[in-house]
C-alpha cells in the first residue's frame, strides 16, 4: 500500500529530528465540525474558484487578528492566501528572483528553505552574523560588494523570530537596523513559530517595522495543522497585486479556497484562539520537559532556552558522530551542518520536542544521555 503521509518512524525510535506536530495535538473532532459547518454555511461559495488573494471572511479576520499578535495590523489589500509557508516561499522567490542571482540566507535557518531556493537555481551565501543574528551593516556591504561585482541581490530569507532551528529571536533594535541597512534587497522574513511563544511577549516582525520590501510568510501550520497546505503573507499592497496577478492565480484563484474559507470559520467561531492556547500550553511542556530532562541527564551540555518555538539547538562536539551513536540507543536528533550554507554547524544537533509527549521526551534524554562518552553524562 502507498503511505498516506511524509513521515513513517522507525520502530523503537523516539525521532527528535523531526519538526513535525504531536499527532494527540492536532484538532481532528473541531476542525471536522468546524468544516462541515462552514461548508454548509458557505454553500457552493466554498467549493467553487476563490477570490485571488484568498476569500475576504480569511482576510478580514486576518487583518484584526495580525494586528493583535504582531506590532500593526495590515489592511486588507496587504495580505494574500499561500498553501502554507513552504509555498509562500516558492511563489514569492519565483517573482523576485532568477537563476544564478544571489539570496543570501540567515544562518543557521530552515533546511527546507535552502532546498526551495535552490530549486530556483540561485546561489545561497550565508549573511554576515553575530550573537543578536543577522549584522545589518555587514550584510549590506556584502550586498553592496556582490553587486559591484556584478551580481544581483534580490532576497534576504531569515526566520527571525524563534528561528529553526536555533530557537533564537533576533532582539528589537537589530530588527529595526536590519529593515533600514537593506537597499533594495527584499527581506522573506519565515515568521511560522510567531503564535508558539511560551515566555511573554513576542518581538513585532521585520514586516511590522518596515514600510516596504519585507515580505512576512504565516503558517497554519504549527498552529491548525500542516495537512492543511495553508498559510497566509503580508505585503505591501502592490507586491501583493503582482501575486494575485500572476497567470497561475488568474486560472486557479486562491491557491487553497476550500481550506481558507473552513479556516475562517474555524477562527471566527473562537475555536482557533482556544485551539492555539491549548497548543501554547502543551508545548511549554513540552519544551521544558526535555530541557530538564537534558540538564539532569547531561549536566554539560550547552543550550539556551528557547522562548516559543519547537526546537532545542544543542552544542555538541562532534555532533555526527553523537547522533549516530544516539540513533542505535534509539533516538534521532538532526546534524547541525543542514541548517548552514557556509559549512558550519558540525557542532550542534536539532532536538524537536514538538512530536511526543513529556513521559516520551524524557526517555529520550536518557537514551541521549547514555550515547555520549561518559564523562559528558550526569553522575
Ligand atoms: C521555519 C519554517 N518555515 C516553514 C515551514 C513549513 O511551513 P508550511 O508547512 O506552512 O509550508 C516550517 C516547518 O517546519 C518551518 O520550520
Known sequence: MLPVIQYTGAEGVLDL???????SLLPVEAWAESTSEAIRAGGWKALTYGYAPGPGPLLEWLAVHIGAIDGRAPSPDEL???????QGL???????????????VDSPTYHLALRILADRGVELRAAPTDA???????????ADDLRAAGRRVPMLYTVATFNNPSGASMPVPR????????????????????ELGYDGPVPPSLWSLAS????????????????????????DAGFVRRLANRGYIDSGGCVNHTSAMALAHFATTGRYEAHVSELREAYRLRRDALVAALRATVPTIEFAVPAGGWFLWL??????AVARRALERGVGMSTGERFHVDGGGGDRLRASFSMYSPTALEQAATRFAQSLPTGRRSG
Open 17 to 23: 529530528g523531526w519538526g513535525h506536530p504531536d499527532p
Open 80 to 86: 494574500f492566501v499561500t498553501a502554507g509557508a513552504s
Open 90 to 104: 516558492e511563489l514569492v522567490s519565483t517573482v523576485l528572483t532568477r537563476p544564478g542571482d544571489v539570496v543570501l
Open 132 to 142: 543578536q543574528g543577522i549584522d545589518a551593516a555587514a550584510t549590506a556591504r556584502l
Open 175 to 194: 530588527r529595526r537596523e536590519l529593515v533600514s541597512a537593506l537597499d533594495g534587497v527584499t527581506i522573506v522574513e519565515d515568521d511560522t513559530y510567531r
Open 212 to 235: 516596504a520590501d519585507v515580505v512576512r510568510l504565516g503558517s497554519f501550520a504549527k498552529t491548525v495543522a500542516p495537512g492543511l497546505r495553508l498559510g497566509y503573507l503580508t505585503a
Open 315 to 320: 552544542r555538541v562536539p562532534d555532533a555526527a
